[in-house]
């Protein structure tokens, strides 16, 4: 379906026709175009993104390991089934951020909003291509840990809807985040912080009964140890339960982000 | 025909040590002018940073052993005294040639050695609150009494100035911005996660803790360990020394690249 509403009074030859699309199929053609335009722009660094989320997902639990006197089966396994969310995280909380940051200052920022084609086009096509980008990099990470500490993994099916919600969560959140927040300085200062407090104080790669009540509290709410669960469900038999619980709080963080973004994406510059 | 006796300008070689602390209180006066918005922001992280480093490993156990604590508690204040000095300095430094102000810093009539002073006394600042801080909240939190020795004096000052001169040497002898980024970025992995500051160096794989004895940066923990903790250090004096040649070849590097014309 295709409306198109002809806003042409008086026809005159130097004038353009201008005229408002709008309707599924125009959102949709849109899509199309905006994932291929954000695709041939990401061709330059999404291996570099790969690369790097490798980088901090399996540095950082390896990191982890070192802490331990020794690293118990059990602890290798928490460590293991942790890995996917430590290399998503980063992802969605520093580097989307920090891409967006550097579009900004670019101008392609307004370039791009300035495309005749809908926002909220747009922003699902971010959402698409990083959920997308992001799945090289985690599973890679995923390998190289599970081979380091010859864990054996049983994984289930559950896996995909667990993994793609996350990645999906985490872009949505992390975009929403760089646009509500119109200084550069300080998205950079609070997704860092953010990072430093959530990798030091989240229940990832170690079960939640190290925490204090009220910290467990607060992270039954929070997205991060909720990451965790579900992926840890897909990978292992055992570990959690309340899995539904997870599952919506991850949505609702997943709706938190659209919500951030349609709203700065409606007002008017 | 009259002559007209024009006053020379005068050309004066200004030296000697009133020249010198003149030029310190007037670096250290303009780097705290030039951080003054940053500096509340960045002790702030380093308390963040400090205490969070002590209280979030503890809860990678179940029940941490009391000498893993002490490993953290002690490790923590290491961290402190390397953020301003390792991993901020070369960022500034970055910044100035980004913005041009780089080589306009370099023209002030200002003895070199009196900046480096200056930044120094810019860096203790910037991490002793934090230093004190961490220490604290490790007293309250694992119910350790630290025996404090005279030593720990001698030992946060060589820490911060090897850290400080690393950092300053990246900054100076790199030749661009993002080069030094890259430096920065590769450091703070080095320093934050394979280092043994936080916990023994016999946690490491062995090839990464043969590494590791050859940087400076688990040896600085062993140093400002000692006076704190001292039954956990064995060889304190190799450490100092090998700390020591660091922060000396910093300086010498820094001294090079800053000396050099261009």
Same mark, same amino acid.
């Given at each position: ?43 330059? %660094?999404?291996?570099?993104?790969? *690369?790097?989320?490798?980088? /901090? ?35 969605? =909380?520093? /580097? ?8 900004? =200052? ?8 300035? =495309? ?21 990099? /985690? *599973? ?56 430093? *407090? ?28 909720? /990451? ?24 609702? %963080?997943?709706?938190?982000? %659209?919500?951030?973004?349609? %709203? *700065? ?5 | 025909?009259? &002559?007209?006796?024009? +006053? ?7 030296? #000697? ?16 002018? !030039? ?16 205490? !969070? ?18 490993? @953290?508690?002690? #490790?923590?204040? @290491?961290?402190?005294?390397?953020? @301003?000095?390792?991993?901020? !300095? ?24 009196? +900046? ?5 006394? @810019?860096?203790?600042? #910037? ?17 350790? &009494? ?15 100035? &090897? !850290?400080?001169?690393? #950092? ?20 703070? $992995?080095?320093? $934050? ?60 590097? &820094? ?8």
């Amino acid at each position: 379906m295709n409306t198109t509403a002809t806003l042409q009074a008086a026809p005159s030859p130097s004038q353009l026709p201008s005229t408002i699309r709008s309707g599924a199929g125009h959102w949709l053609r849109s899509l199309n175009r905006m994932l291929r335009f954000d695709l041939s722009r990401a061709r330059q %660094w999404a291996p570099m993104m790969a *690369v790097a989320q490798v980088f /901090m997902g399996a540095g950082m639990a390896i990191m982890y390991s070192f802490v331990y006197p020794e690293v118990s089966e059990a602890t290798a396994l928490y460590i293991v089934t942790g890995t996917p969310t430590l290399a998503l995280i980063p992802l969605g =909380l520093l /580097m989307l951020p920090e891409s967006v940051n550097q579009q900004r =200052l670019e101008g392609t920022f307004d370039f791009t909003w300035s =495309l005749p084609v809908p926002r909220t086009a747009q922003a699902a096509s971010t959402f698409l291509l990083y959920t997308l980008l992001s799945l090289p990099g /985690m *599973v890679l990470s995923l390998v190289v840990v599970a081979l380091l500490y010859g864990v054996q993994l049983s994984v289930s099916p559950l896996i995909v809807p667990a993994v793609l919600l996350c990645a999906l969560m985490a872009v949505s959140l992390g975009f929403g985040m760089a646009l509500a927040i119109p200084n550069p300085m300080v998205v950079s200062v609070v997704t860092s912080a953010l990072a430093f *407090v959530v990798l030091l104080f989240s229940p990832i790669v170690y079960p939640p009964s190290h925490l204090p009540g009220w910290l467990f509290a607060i992270h039954q709410v929070l997205p991060f140890y909720n /990451m965790a669960v579900v992926i840890r469900a897909g990978l292992s038999v055992g570990l959690v339960s309340d899995l539904a619980q997870s599952f919506l709080v991850l949505g609702a %963080w997943t709706v938190a982000g %659209w919500a951030m973004t349609g %709203w *700065v994406i409606a007002r008017r510059q | 025909m009259a &002559t007209v006796a024009l +006053t020379r300008p005068r050309t004066e070689v200004r030296r #000697g040590p009133a020249h010198w602390v003149g030029g310190y209180q007037t670096m250290l006066h303009w780097q705290l002018a !030039g951080l003054r918005t940053l500096l509340p922001l960045l002790i702030g992280i380093q308390i963040l940073v400090g205490a !969070g480093f002590v209280l979030g490993i503890a809860l990678l156990f179940d029940d941490i052993s009391p000498t893993a604590a002490l490993y @953290v508690s002690s #490790g923590a204040p @290491v961290m402190n005294l390397l953020i @301003v000095g390792l991993l901020l !300095g070369p960022q500034l430094v970055a910044q100035q040639e980004a913005e041009h102000s780089y080589d306009f810093v370099h023209a002030l009539p200002v003895p070199r050695t009196a +900046t480096a002073l200056a930044w120094y006394t @810019v860096t203790l600042l #910037g991490s002793l609150p934090a230093v004190v801080l961490s220490l604290l909240v490790a007293q309250l939190r694992y119910g350790i &009494t630290f025996t404090v020795s005279p030593s720990v004096v001698a030992a946060v000052l060589l820490t911060a100035f &090897t !850290g400080t001169m690393l #950092g300053y040497a990246l900054g100076h002898a790199l030749p661009n911005p993002m080069v030094i980024q890259l430096a920065e970025g590769v450091l703070r $992995f080095v320093v $934050f996660g394979l280092s043994p500051i936080l916990f023994p160096a016999e946690q490491l794989p062995g090839w990464l803790a043969a590494i590791s004895w050859w940087l400076p940066f688990g040896h600085m923990a062993v140093i400002v360990r000692d006076p704190l903790a001292p039954e956990m250090v064995a060889d304190a004096p190799i450490s100092y020394l090998i700390v020591a040649i660091w922060g000396v070849g910093c300086a010498a590097i &820094t001294a090079w690249a800053l000396g050099r014309r261009r």
